[in-house]
């Protein structure tokens, strides 16, 4: 049976990166456009005067005008057993992970606590607007057996892993190399392609695996070489150096993974902040993604991330950027982008409004090798679809007072949104409703 919805408001999407802030060709804006969706994916796209009259005559229409339609927002880097840890006190990367991160990861062995948190993780990602994201599960096969079940529930495009990690960690969230080898298979087996669901290969960081555990990553990249790859890199000078000094044969922090052929298209690298030139080219030639964490970056005080030039070098890196809750401090993609901004302003760059919206959306989409699917507004795409009101608050409407370009309009999203900005949220087409009751 078939469905149809007519969205109707102002659309943007982009069709490329935007190389200067005023790039109109990077993108479609249609003042009076319109979204028709059937089945879950978007049939037509453009002016409501040219959309309309393919809609059915049985078409749902709802009309979201004055405000902004765009694509779902995406998160590249989150870790899902991390929402009863941010906001929590520590002096640096290591000692939170010590402190907060690992006791409460130890707490997802529990079925019946993966599921609760699952159902919230997924209301408070909807709710400001993200419809996909990247995740991080605990080392425990529950957790991630939790998190994709909500997914499909949801009908949501997640990507996400079951952890690997045999050393340097709690008991309790420790696996062995056979084991994590088993249960990622058992993951990708179960979950994989089920549904809009995607596994990714995740080793937590290499401080956190022997070589030998490295070396079953590495089993699993080669069976499965269609597949995501997450771990951290280069986020802080300890853990850097305390790395290196594990692997003491490899040339630098990055030549770890590809000794262990984790260095490839589709292989995301959360933090990725202090690069040699030589990992920089190394992470540029396999078209592996560095992913940008703002508010995770200047919460931990790990260091600014170098944005713009790393994209500008003659070998550019692909860059994604995330919340990376819970480190991060936000789980607004708006207040990701604002920090992503405040960053390269310290760094002496401009990043205008349009390459953060650009990012947020096709850009992450870009990065994860799904442009084909989400991140944008084309026909044929899914139709996972944010509305956002840029006159939310009495100081954004204030501010919209004197709101004279799109641009400015994006910008003050940016600057002063948050999921009160978020009218709406709709995943392959229908409208999001909390699970929670909270």
């Not at 102002?10 to 993108?27: M, Q």
């Not at 789980?331 to 992503?340: N, Q, R």
């Not at 509305?387 to 309009?409: C, G, I, Q």
């Amino acid at each position: 049976m078939t469905t149809e919805t007519l969205i109707r408001g102002r659309i943007l999407s982009f069709s490329r990166a935007p190389e200067h802030a005023g790039d109109s060709e990077s993108y479609l804006y249609e003042e009076d456009g319109a979204l028709l969706v059937r089945n879950g994916k978007i049939a037509s796209a453009g002016a409501y005067a040219d959309v309309k009259p393919k809609a059915g005559a049985d078409a749902t229409e709802i009309d979201h005008r004055p405000h902004l339609i765009l694509p779902g927002l995406i998160d590249c880097h989150v870790h899902f057993p991390q929402m009863q840890v941010i906001a929590s006190y520590a002096a640096n990367l290591l000692e939170w992970l010590d402190t907060y991160t690992f006791p409460e990861e130890c707490r997802f062995v529990e079925s019946a606590h993966a599921e609760r948190i699952a159902i919230q993780f997924f209301d408070e990602f909807l709710r400001q607007g993200t419809t996909t994201a990247v995740a991080y599960c605990s080392v425990h096969k529950a957790s991630a057996d939790a998190f994709f079940a909500e997914s499909l529930r949801r009908g949501t495009l997640m990507i996400g892993g079951k952890v690997m990690m045999d050393r340097n960690a709690p008991q309790g969230l420790l696996d062995t190399p056979q084991l994590g080898y088993d249960e990622t298979r058992a993951v990708i087996e179960q979950w994989h392609a089920k549904g809009r669901n995607h596994v990714a290969i995740t080793p937590r960081f290499a401080i956190t695996s022997t070589p030998e555990q490295m070396a079953m990553t590495q089993k699993l990249a080669e069976e499965f070489p269609d597949l995501h790859i997450q771990t951290h890199l280069s986020e802080n000078h300890d853990e850097i150096r305390y790395t290196c000094e594990l692997y003491p044969d490899a040339k630098d922090y990055t030549d770890i993974y590809a000794r262990y052929g984790l260095l490839r298209k589709k292989a995301l690298f959360g933090h990725a902040i202090h690069l040699s030139e030589r990992e920089a080219d190394a992470m540029a030639e396999s078209g592996a993604v560095a992913v940008h964490c703002p508010t995770s970056n200047l919460f931990l005080g790990s260091g600014l991330f170098p944005l713009k030039a790393i994209k500008r070098r003659e070998k550019p890196v692909t860059v994604a950027v995330a919340t990376d809750i819970g480190g991060g401090s936000s789980y607004s993609m708006l207040k990701t982008m604002d920090e992503a901004y405040k960053i390269q302003q310290l760094l002496g760059e401009r990043m205008n409004p349009l390459e953060s919206f650009y990012h947020m959306t096709l850009g992450n989409a870009v990065a994860l090798d799904l442009a084909d699917r989400i991140g944008t507004l084309d026909e044929g795409t899914d139709a996972d679809i944010v509305v956002l009101n840029a006159a939310a608050t009495p100081a954004m409407r204030l501010r919209m007072e004197t709101v004279t370009s799109l641009s400015e309009e994006l910008f003050l999203l940016q600057t002063l949104g948050d999921d009160r900005s978020v009218v709406e949220t709709y995943v392959a087409g229908k409208a999001s409703k909390p699970q929670s009751g909270l």
